[in-house]
Structure formats: C-alpha cells, structure tokens
C-alpha cells in the first residue's frame, strides 16, 4: 500500500478532520456529494453547538463502503454562531471524488471533526479511479431500489449503464412513499419504456397519475424529491404484448394492496 502522505504533502496540523458518515436523519453523504456539489459544501457549513472547525483548513472524507472517498479541502473564511462560511480551495481538486483510501475504521461513532495528524499517517491509498465517481452503479434489474434523488441524478446526468438498461424494457414498477407508506403500482407499456416513464415523474412529480397529481399539487415537486423511493417489480422486452403488462400491473395492484388507503392508485 502507498500511503498518502507520499502523494499529499501539507501540514496537518493546519487541518481538522471531517469524516462524513450517514445523518441521525439518514442522510447518506455520498448520496449529497453524488448529486449536488453544493448540498455537500453545506456539509462542511453545518456549525452545531461546538465550534469544530479551528483551523485554517477541513480535510473532507466520505464513508464510501468500508474505505473513505476524498471529498476536497475547504478553507473556513468565518466563523458564525449557527455555521461556517467554506469555500472549496484547489487543493488537489483533480482527485476529488476520486481517491479511495484506508487506514482507519469506518465503523465508528458520529464525532465528525478530528485532528487531522491524530490520523493522517494511518492513511493508505486503496485506489484512484480513472474519474470521478458518479454514483451508483446499475445493479441489475432484480435489486433495484432507488430514492427519488439518486434517480434524479443518473436522469440528469444521463448514466449510461441505468439507461442502456432500461432504455429498451417493458415492465412493472412501485413507487414507495416513505412517508407514508403508500404505494404506486405503475406500468410502462407500447412505445414508452422503462426509462421514459420514470424520466417523467423527475420532471414532474407524478407521471400524469391522477392521485399523484393531487398530492404534488398540495405538497409540491419536494415532497416526490424527498419521499419517493423507486422498485422494478417485473420486466419484459419490448415485443412483450401489452396485454401481459396490463394483466401483471393489476396483479400487483391487487398483492399490494394499492387501489386502498394504502396507495395512490384510482384503477
């Protein structure tokens, strides 16, 4: 192993540590670093009650797996009473989202903000990828399970691997209200696959669902951001016959009981 002290030459003595790692809310840090550069700089803005950033300079990592994902060097301009002002510096900018490392456990407690010589020696270098990394790689069609927010990332970004997936398939799909727990059972059938269909409730919240659209209507775009959570429940290639899509669609209406309180379909 190389350690990173061969390839990254500072003193970190100027540096404390963020390891960030999941929110008491659930919030995933890759999730926010994936999606949005600026939700993760907020990450490093967040000030609670004690003041953690002392020094000049904040060594971010993300836990990635049981590694831990660079995630940039933030200088801390001031010091307010209810956050930081952080600006991400050009401080080894190229291997941002792309160095992996080990060295230390990623099983520990929540305390984010660490001395950055207390650990920095213990750091190896595990990989560097050839680009940043961009989420969550396509993970076959029996285990997908994806937030609204990821989704919306790999839509905007166009990932390759989710699209050519799903760009060519019929098939059947829930979409789970976390808040709730109700259920949408829908369905992608004649010319409109997989892909389209789902592109369409990032734009809008709802696919043209009648209950959907009542509840975006009263709770706006961000609830559907916030709470919906995406399933393939059964897939076909595109000569499938409509019919068959129709008749599994209600099947599953039916299972998961989504024509009730429970759910939102009216059909």
Known sequence: MIKLTDLIKINPKDYK????????EGVNPLDVFIRDKDEWKLWQAHRGSKNEWTRPYI??????????????IYTVIK??????????TSQFESLIGRLLISGIPTNRGRGRSYNLET??????????????????????YENINVSFKNLEHIVRI????WKTALQNLKGVYLITDTKTNKR????????????TRWCSYINNGHGGNKLLRKLIKAEGLTYAK????????????????DKDL????????????SKSEFGYNNN
């Open 158 to 161: 166009n990932k390759a691997d």
């Open 79 to 88: 010091r307010h009473n209810t956050r930081y002002e952080v600006e991400l």
């Open 246 to 257: 129709i008749l599994r669609e209600s099947y599953w209406k039916r299972v998961l009981i």
């Open 119 to 140: 650990y920095f020696d213990q750091f190896e270098i595990n990989q560097i990828f050839q680009n940043m990394y961009d989420g969550q790689h396509f993970p076959g």
């Open 59 to 72: 060594f971010s990592l993300i836990k990635f797996h049981n590694f831990w994902l660079f995630g940039g």
């Open 226 to 241: 916030e709470n919906y959570q995406f399933t393939l429940l059964e897939f076909r290639p595109m000569k499938t016959d």
């Open 184 to 195: 949408y059972v829908g369905s992608a059938y004649g010319t409109e696959e997989i892909w």
């Open 17 to 24: 540590l963020h390891l960030a790692v999941t929110s008491e």
